[in-house]
């Protein structure tokens, strides 16, 4: 997010913490604001919620309809720095009675920017995309129009416009945010396709229901490299065992709201980043048990790599008789 643009309070605020936000330092866990559940995943406490002195929560809203949470990007900047949600609501001035933040637009100066000329990529990234309708079943059938990808500090990497190869019959503004006009100045399937492959590899790729955003681009990526956080065990406890969807996950494990509109794949694909970032040994956990550590999983991939090539000489051999 540009911080040139916040408020004066905000501004002050960040001179008296004297931090790089360029380089974020590591986060340390604000226990005060993590609540254990039943699921082993911690909840956020959301910014309208403060704890009264007799250790009771206390509501700081005075109608549930004026509640508001923090956007992705503000989120994860304060999660960087070690800011609470409360630091957060002082900074910007707001009252115990309104302690709504600002949030991300849809669109912004950034977008449709290609390929950033100032963030770097680092191990770990997270994607999202934006589908329109196409052809004569536009329910049912939908193609790419929007693709974000943001690094593991949510700054912005490649964000862009994609002009779909079918016909456009629904272009599902309302949750999309896509329209006639933005797509004119989109770029065409192929290149972003090329840019995207070169951004994945030899990364690994943090997603939600990550296999749709996969099959839309066209490519492929190695499942050991892939953080999907729809098939997370903790957060699925969330949802009784079922898939969960991002906007619930935003919203009960970080306190942080998105989709409330249109849709801003740029915004979804920090979120993600945030619940990955969130439970992160977790997730490293069950890699672990899927695909082994260090020396095992070179084993592991020695020993299938091996078994295929018995069964490749094994077909050349009865090939000949």
């Not at 797509?183 to 997603?207: H, N, P």
């Amino acid at each position: 997010m540009d911080l040139n643009n916040l408020s004066s309070n905000w501004k002050r605020l960040q001179k008296s913490l004297k931090k790089d936000t360029l380089k974020p330092p590591k986060r340390k866990a604000n226990h005060d604001l993590l609540q254990p559940s039943r699921s082993g995943v911690k909840r956020r406490t959301p910014a309208f919620q403060k704890s009264s002195g007799n250790g009771k929560s206390k509501n700081m809203a005075l109608d549930s309809s004026k509640k508001s949470a923090p956007s992705a990007s503000l989120a994860l900047w304060a999660e960087d720095n070690d800011i609470s949600p409360q630091d957060l609501a002082a900074a910007y001035g707001t009252s115990v009675k309104n302690t709504s933040l600002p949030t991300t637009h849809v669109l912004d100066e950034n977008t449709n920017e290609g390929l950033s000329s100032v963030a770097e990529a680092g191990k770990y990234i997270s994607i999202d995309c934006e589908m329109v309708g196409v052809g004569p079943t536009p329910d049912e059938d939908s193609a790419l129009a929007r693709i974000s990808i943001v690094d593991y500090h949510g700054h912005q990497l490649y964000d862009s416009f994609v002009l779909p190869k079918e016909s456009v019959t629904d272009y599902r503004t309302f949750v999309s945010g896509i329209t006639p006009q933005l797509l004119k100045s989109a770029r065409t399937f192929e290149s972003v396709q090329a840019d995207v492959a070169k951004l994945l590899d030899g990364r690994i790729l943090v997603g939600h229901a990550i296999r749709h955003d996969l099959d839309a681009l066209l490519l492929g990526h190695p499942k050991r490299d892939i953080r999907d956080t729809s098939r997370y065990p903790g957060f699925r406890q969330l949802a009784g065992g079922r898939t969960p969807s991002l906007k619930k996950l935003a919203q009960e494990v970080l306190g942080v709201d998105i989709q409330s509109g249109e849709h801003s794949s740029v915004e979804d694909a920090r979120a993600t980043m945030l619940l990955f970032r969130r439970e992160k040994e977790g997730f490293e956990r069950e890699h672990a048990k899927a695909w082994g550590t260090g020396k095992k999983r070179a084993e592991k991939t020695d020993n299938g790599a091996s078994k295929a090539s018995k069964k490749k000489e094994k077909k050349r051999k009865g090939r000949k008789r």
